[in-house]
């Protein structure tokens, strides 16, 4: 069996996930990172997207993140996310419905929309129906 870890997902509202895994795939600002047991210490930020987590028995479990950060020390890690969403809680027509609105405010090109927002509810929106894909496959 692969070497396992300690991992904690909080949001500022709640503890999400708490217990032994063998790996994780986290969303960083760069691009996506996998950490097994004994990775080295860092401490990096994490954008929107999927944080995938591999349980102590092969499992996985997805969360949709808007962004945060990732804590790798002597063999645990802790995700403190700014916003988390388990995949099994998502409610995919919502979600839908946010993408839509968000691509019809970016293609618009008024003047007055906060293109960055947009930006932000899109890429979060995305995630959500990512993590919802991911437990599907």
Same mark, same amino acid.
């Given at each position: 069996?692969?070497?396992?870890?300690?991992?904690?997902?909080?949001?500022?509202?709640?503890? !999400?996930?708490?217990?032994? &895994?063998?790996?994780? $795939?986290?969303?960083?600002?760069?691009?996506?990172?996998? &950490?097994?047991?004994?990775?080295?210490?860092? &401490? %990096?930020?994490?954008?929107?997207?999927?944080? %995938?987590?591999?349980?102590?028995?092969?499992?996985? %479990?997805?969360?949709? !993140?808007?962004?945060?950060? !990732?804590?790798?020390?002597?063999?645990?890690?802790? &995700?403190? #996310?700014? %916003?988390?969403?388990?995949?099994?809680?998502v409610?995919?027509?919502?979600?839908? #419905? #946010?993408?839509?609105?968000?691509?019809?405010? !970016?293609?618009?090109?008024?003047?007055? $929309?906060?293109?960055?927002?947009?930006? #932000?509810a899109?890429?979060?929106?995305?995630?959500?129906?990512?993590?919802?894909?991911?437990?599907?496959?």
């Amino acid at each position: 069996m692969p070497r396992q870890f300690p991992l904690r997902v909080m949001a500022p509202d709640q503890a !999400l996930f708490e217990g032994e &895994v063998q790996g994780i $795939i986290a969303p960083g600002v760069a691009g996506y990172l996998g &950490v097994l047991a004994r990775h080295a210490p860092m &401490v %990096t930020e994490l954008g929107p997207g999927v944080l %995938t987590i591999v349980e102590a028995d092969g499992d996985r %479990t997805y969360y949709a !993140l808007s962004g945060g950060f !990732l804590e790798v020390r002597r063999d645990q890690a802790a &995700v403190l #996310a700014d %916003t988390a969403e388990p995949a099994r809680e998502v409610d995919v027509e919502r979600a839908r #419905a #946010a993408e839509r609105r968000a691509r019809e405010r !970016l293609r618009s090109g008024a003047r007055d $929309i906060d293109t960055a927002r947009a930006e #932000a509810a899109l890429q979060r929106a995305l995630a959500r129906l990512e993590a919802v894909r991911k437990t599907r496959q």
